[in-house]
């Protein structure tokens, strides 16, 4: 079983949709949970950034943890074809040598028709 | 201010070459970090530099890689014989201390392929 489950799609919605992306996890020991946008050709760019259980609001992303399920998700309100991306999930526990390293999903290629 | 950047952005190389891939963090970030993707799979950790020490190499793949980071500044990746499944993605990412609330910034990462 992976640490981190991501359907990788493609997704494609109209325009003005609400998007959902999701992701589930094995690991009991992850502490921060995050969602990175990512354009072709270009790095992993961070979105949201949430550390508990709960939903995490920032214009029109909402992040939501649900740690008893392991099960995280983002929605994206009133989409636009700029945010045509894949989106990454990733989770970070303290590794034990010192290190927050990065979990990631596969990612979901999410195309938004205009 | 300028973000991480990697050089070179893209590399072919035939099997049993060596390549070596450098990044340069963001200025002031002690945190510096390794990661890998190749293709049809996740973005993997490699390894995670604090300044000048190698804090957690638990993802380096096997002894053909090397990664160094001389002074705490930049640092380089070298692949010492590449083989075929070394193609893919390496990003590089650097940080503040690792905590809540601290973001890792990703270069665009460097395309190599092993043919």
């Known amino acids: 079983q992976k640490e981190v489950e991501q359907d990788p799609g493609p997704l494609s919605v109209p325009e003005g949709a609400i998007v959902s992306l999701n992701c589930t996890y094995s690991n009991s020991a992850f502490q921060y949970f995050m969602w990175y946008r990512q354009y072709s050709r270009k790095g992993p760019e961070l979105l949201m950034y949430t550390y508990s259980s709960g939903n995490k609001e920032d214009g029109r992303f909402t992040a939501q943890v649900d740690k008893s399920s392991k099960y995280i998700s983002l929605f994206i309100r009133d989409s636009q074809p700029s945010d045509s991306a894949t989106y990454l999930c990733a989770m970070s526990a303290y590794s034990g040598a010192g290190s927050y390293q990065l979990t990631f999903g596969k990612g979901t290629k999410l195309s938004v028709i205009p | 201010e300028a973000g991480v950047t990697q050089f070179p952005s893209h590399s072919v190389i035939e099997k049993g070459q060596t390549v070596t891939l450098r990044c340069d963090p963001i200025?002031?970030?002690?945190?510096l970090y390794w990661y890998r993707r190749v293709m049809g799979k996740e973005i993997k950790f490699l390894l995670h530099f604090v300044k000048e020490s190698k804090q957690d190499e638990s993802g380096m793949p096997n002894n053909r890689f090397l990664a160094e980071r001389t002074g705490g500044t930049y640092s380089t990746l070298k692949v010492q014989p590449a083989e075929l499944e070394d193609s893919g993605v390496y990003f590089c990412?650097?940080?503040?201390?690792?905590?809540?609330?601290?973001?890792?910034?990703f270069g665009q990462g460097t395309r190599l392929t092993v043919v």
């Open positions: 990412a650097s940080s503040h201390p690792p905590g809540v609330n601290t973001e890792a910034f």
């Open positions: 200025s002031g970030h002690d945190n």
